[in-house]
């Protein structure tokens, strides 16, 4: 077999993998008041990553529901600060009129407990958006990011926006964005399995954003 003949398999599989659809639409980021304005007419998927955590604290999951413990010798917890950061951020969304119809969380406590603490709204566990490190109680990796995605394709109700609290893992995987411990990312949803990156706000941001509305 000549070079040619050995490179055309690889040509073939390289353009069938550049033709795959990706669920993630490229457009222009917004920031500021630009996106407060944008969400505050509903219809985005609000992301946070669970607020800030103990990091003396390590997950010791040796079987199925153990990241439900809110034990921090058991499973890593959420610090004062996120608390306290968690609870800044809803206030600020409430004082922008931000409408949440829906508040979903992987079940891990410090996911749970920072849904919670925003206080948007009651809090519906979703093991869509479990975390990675324990994908394999839920068909794998691939099956959890294919189930985030599709969550983050999905419209929320009409003039209302759907809050979704889990880990940085899946966003890292799911999405083209990797945010910090309490950032939230915001995507737009279009029904029919895709949806666009729009923008970010960190958690020292929320303050400045309400004072300036």
Request: charged share 20%; glycine share 8%.
């Amino acid at each position: 077999m000549n070079c040619r003949n050995r490179l055309l398999p690889f040509l073939i599989l390289l353009i069938c993998l550049l033709l795959l659809p990706f669920p993630v639409h490229a457009q222009q980021t917004l920031s500021g008041q630009a996106l407060i304005g944008a969400i505050q007419q509903g219809g985005y998927n609000l992301y946070f990553r669970h607020e800030a955590t103990d990091w003396s604290q390590q997950d010791a999951v040796q079987q199925r529901d153990d990241w439900q413990s809110c034990d921090g010798s058991r499973i890593r917890q959420l610090s004062e600060q996120g608390r306290q950061n968690a609870k800044r951020a809803g206030q600020a969304m409430r004082s922008l009129n931000i409408p949440v119809s829906e508040v979903l969380a992987s079940p891990y406590c410090r996911t749970m407990e920072t849904a919670r603490q925003l206080g948007l709204g009651d809090v519906q566990p979703s093991d869509d958006v479990i975390n990675l490190r324990v994908a394999e109680y839920f068909g794998g990796r691939e099956a959890v990011i294919a189930t985030a995605r599709e969550l983050l394709s999905r419209r929320p109700a009409a003039g209302s926006n759907r809050v979704i609290v889990a880990h940085g893992n899946v966003a890292r995987e799911a999405t083209p964005v990797y945010p910090g411990e309490g950032e939230m990312v915001i995507f737009k949803p279009d029904g029919k399995g895709q949806f666009t990156f729009v923008g970010r706000i960190t958690p020292d941001r929320w303050a400045g954003l309400s004072q300036a509305n």
